[in-house]
């Protein structure tokens, strides 16, 4: 399992590295600027050179995601807004494929009840600007894709059902570098509920023939403050919300998705994730685990925050293979119980039935050997 978890950035980029490992997260995200401010943070060539070598090679944290600032709306009437927002959104780009980021996390913005359809073809422009007019990934560096997360739905805000992200894609011709981030908690708000593994199946489907299982890069993995389809984006520590522990281990415990990067977004007590955080979603993708194949995955010590890599896809297949061949003898124990059952059933009335009958011929008999004596007895009166 990879559990990551949202860190602050900083001029120098590196120490968000260790920031992760301190609170035994395998992956990270950072946001490019400040996420409440226009204003652009700019990094010399050789600091974002500095961090993606140290990504790179970094024993523990296996991937760095950046977030893109909110005060981006693609989707605004306004046209200097929306210019504004093109421009950032490009400078965040650029500076996450100078970090050699694996995805840029977005929201795309409101229509402010404009509807969706009117602003499709806005936002597939905007997405075709930033794309060619972003600095280009290094050499040898993967494009970092731009990730469009789902929204919680309140207001005239746009990707709030995979159906709207599905139509932003394919108003882009199904550019390859545009990709999903699914925040758990802004699904919940939005009225998907997942807590079954029949609803977790559901979505996965879902997710499979409207957008593609490749598309879908990581999750923000958070708890709700809000209830089932409340529309807002309120998220709660992990077990401590409306969805809860056993809401959220049917999902982050499908075989599917369960290697993908799960990034925390959680308040923690103040200051966002902590390392009990990363304890507590750890539990909590076990958990999810065990609920498709048996299997218990431990949670890692405090003296060891990072998790020990074990080759979950071996693992996995293991234990698919083993699952079924417990129900399979369950099965037959079963069937040749019941086989049993009834095979002692007949034998048993077959054995009473002889029994009787030898009973009947015994009474028979015996009644026809007394019936002479009566006629005899008659006989003899009448002599």
């Given amino acids: 399992m990879n559990i990551g978890a949202h860190v602050r950035g900083g001029g120098k980029l590196i120490p968000s590295l260790e920031a992760g490992v301190e609170i035994g997260a395998t992956s990270i995200q950072v946001f490019t600027q400040s996420p409440r401010m226009w204003k652009a943070s700019q990094y010399a060539p050789e600091v974002l050179t500095a961090y993606r070598e140290a990504q790179a090679t970094h024993p523990t944290i296996t991937d760095t995601f950046c977030h893109a600032t909110y005060l981006i709306n693609l989707a605004s009437a306004d046209l200097e807004l929306f210019e504004k927002s093109v421009e950032c959104l490009t400078h965040n780009l650029s500076v996450a494929r100078g970090m050699g980021s694996s995805g840029l996390v977005l929201h795309v913005g409101s229509h402010k009840g404009a509807g969706f359809d009117e602003v499709v073809r806005q936002i597939a422009d905007a997405f075709?600007?930033?794309?060619?007019?972003?600095?280009?990934?290094?050499?040898?560096?993967?494009?970092?894709?731009?990730?469009?997360?789902?929204?919680?739905?309140?207001?005239?805000?746009?990707?709030?059902?995979?159906?709207?992200?599905?139509?932003?894609?394919?108003?882009?011709?199904?550019?390859?570098?545009?990709?999903?981030?699914?925040?758990?908690?802004?699904?919940?708000?939005?009225?998907?509920?997942?807590?079954?593994?029949?609803?977790?199946?559901?979505?996965?489907?879902?997710?499979?023939?409207?957008?593609?299982?490749?598309?879908?890069?990581?999750?923000?993995?958070?708890?709700?403050?809000?209830?089932?389809?409340?529309?807002?984006?309120?998220?709660?520590?992990?077990?401590?919300?409306?969805?809860?522990?056993?809401?959220?281990?049917?999902?982050?415990?499908?075989?599917?998705?369960?290697?993908?990067?799960?990034?925390?977004?959680?308040?923690?007590?103040?200051?966002?994730?902590?390392?009990?955080?990363?304890?507590?979603?750890?539990?909590?993708?076990?958990?999810?685990?065990?609920?498709?194949?048996?299997?218990?995955?431990?949670?890692?010590?405090?003296?060891?925050?990072?998790?020990?890599k074990i080759a979950p896809a071996k693992r996995a297949a293991s234990t698919k293979k083993s699952t079924p061949v417990k129900k399979t003898a369950k099965k037959t124990t079963k069937k040749t119980a019941k086989k049993t059952t009834k095979k002692t059933a007949k034998q048993t009335t077959k054995k009473t039935a002889k029994k009787t009958t030898k009973k009947t011929t015994k009474r028979a008999a015996s009644a026809k050997k007394s019936t002479p004596v009566k006629k005899t007895a008659k006989k003899t009166k009448k002599k």
């Fill in 128 to 308: 075709e600007r930033a794309l060619a007019e972003a600095d280009p990934a290094p050499e040898g560096v993967a494009d970092c894709p731009i990730l469009i997360e789902n929204a919680a739905g309140a207001g005239g805000t746009v990707g709030r059902s995979l159906e709207e992200i599905q139509f932003l894609i394919d108003a882009c011709n199904g550019d390859d570098r545009l990709g999903l981030c699914i925040d758990t908690q802004h699904l919940w708000a939005s009225g998907f509920d997942y807590s079954s593994v029949a609803g977790a199946e559901k979505l996965i489907k879902e997710i499979d023939n409207r957008v593609g299982m490749s598309r879908l890069r990581c999750f923000h993995f958070n708890d709700s403050k809000i209830e089932l389809g409340g529309n807002r984006d309120r998220h709660a520590n992990i077990g401590e919300g409306t969805i809860g522990a056993k809401g959220l281990a049917p999902l982050v415990g499908h075989p599917k998705i369960r290697n993908l990067p799960l990034l925390l977004e959680v308040p923690g007590s103040g200051e966002g994730p902590r390392a009990e955080d990363v304890v507590a979603a750890r539990k909590v993708v076990a958990a999810g685990i065990k609920l498709y194949d048996g299997v218990t995955t431990s949670a890692p010590s405090k003296k060891t925050p990072s998790a020990k």
